[in-house]
């Protein structure tokens, strides 16, 4: 079974969407366990303070070393194999051969920031800074479930169809996927391709590999 953690401030962000679709499936299915933690749960004081301001100055709140530290050595307590993932805008980005990687490993933890980001020494006791896209998110949360529900697909038994998983976009030849149609065969004056009614195997592969090729060209050239 594969083991996830989620070391977050807000556990409920994850109860919805764990609790549907394919991640829903996983879950009752015994193919995927998800547990949360609560980073305030491991701070100290009266009001239990995760931030601060940060040295130097500047707006915002910095994410303290002490609870978020504490969070992760409870959570590598409790999955001695776990691989720890810092969620930040500064890390290496997420893509499909990522997460093909996390599964691989069984045993994930995603560590979720929020405010102006995390206290740097923080950075010393991850074993990854990960990244899903050039933008800024309210917080990592958002991230993990990305990240989760990436991950999750590709486990073995999810699918209905393995299929599915290895036909992806960027998953083969690291391009993205071609057009799909279904019925009607004309819909408002736009026709499915020919090529795909043409019931020659052959010819809808060549179709299709040349249309990832375009469309792969056009919309992301860096691939």
């Known amino acids: 079974m594969f083991h996830a953690q989620v070391l977050t401030l807000?556990?409920?962000?994850?109860?919805?969407?764990?609790s549907c679709s394919i991640p829903k499936r996983a879950i009752e299915a015994d193919l995927v366990h998800v547990d949360c933690i609560q980073i305030r749960d491991f701070s100290t004081g009266k009001h239990h303070k995760v931030d601060d301001n940060p040295y130097g100055?500047?707006?915002?709140?910095?994410?303290?070393p002490e609870p978020l530290v504490a969070t992760i050595r409870e959570a590598r307590r409790r999955d001695a194999?776990?691989?720890v993932v810092m969620l930040t805008p500064a890390g290496v980005p997420f893509t499909q051969n990522k997460a093909l990687e996390y599964?691989?490993?069984?045993h994930l933890t995603l560590l979720c920031g929020r405010y102006e980001g995390f206290d740097e020494r923080i950075c010393d006791y991850v074993d990854e800074q990960l990244s899903v896209g050039d933008y800024v998110l309210s917080g990592g949360e958002a991230a993990a479930l990305c990240v989760l529900d990436a991950v999750i697909r590709l486990l073995p038994g999810v699918l209905g169809s393995p299929?599915?998983?290895?036909?992806d976009s960027f998953?083969?030849?690291g391009i993205l996927d071609w057009p799909h149609y279904t019925r009607p065969e004309e819909f408002e004056g736009k026709?499915?391709?020919?090529?795909?009614?043409?019931?020659n195997h052959a010819e809808i592969e060549r179709w299709r590999r040349e249309q990832s090729r375009l469309r792969s060209q056009q919309r992301r050239d860096k691939l």
Do not use: I, R, Y
């Not at 807000?10 to 764990?18: D, G, K, Q, W, Y």
């Not at 599964?103 to 069984?106: C, D, L, S, T």
């Not at 026709?191 to 019931?199: A, I, R």
């Open 163 to 167: 299929e599915s998983a290895v036909l």
């Open 10 to 18: 807000f556990p409920e962000f994850f109860v919805s969407p764990l």
């Open 103 to 106: 599964v691989e490993k069984q």
């Open 81 to 83: 194999d776990t691989h």
């Open 191 to 199: 026709k499915v391709p020919s090529e795909l009614l043409s019931g």
């Open 171 to 173: 998953s083969e030849e």
């Open 57 to 64: 100055g500047g707006p915002g709140m910095v994410m303290k």
